[in-house]
């Protein structure tokens, strides 16, 4: 199976690294900030009811290794 690294999804996204290490392994990827685990990658998905991106901070706090987000973070 392909590795897949955080400058792979930036890259294929055209996106931008706000913070961290662009050559970490992305292994599990959770749009559920409630179920991140310690090393996922959490995928705020913006939804009808919900906006998946508003949950960024619940997901470092349970330990995400990387935030991919469709808005910029909120100060």
Known sequence: MHSLYVHDVV??????????NEDLELTRFVTDSRKVNVGDVY???????VDGNDFYQEAIDKGASCLILSKELKN
């Open 43 to 49: 995928v705020g998905i913006c939804g009808e009811r």
């Open 11 to 20: 890259r294929l996204c055209s996106g931008k690294i706000l913070w961290g």
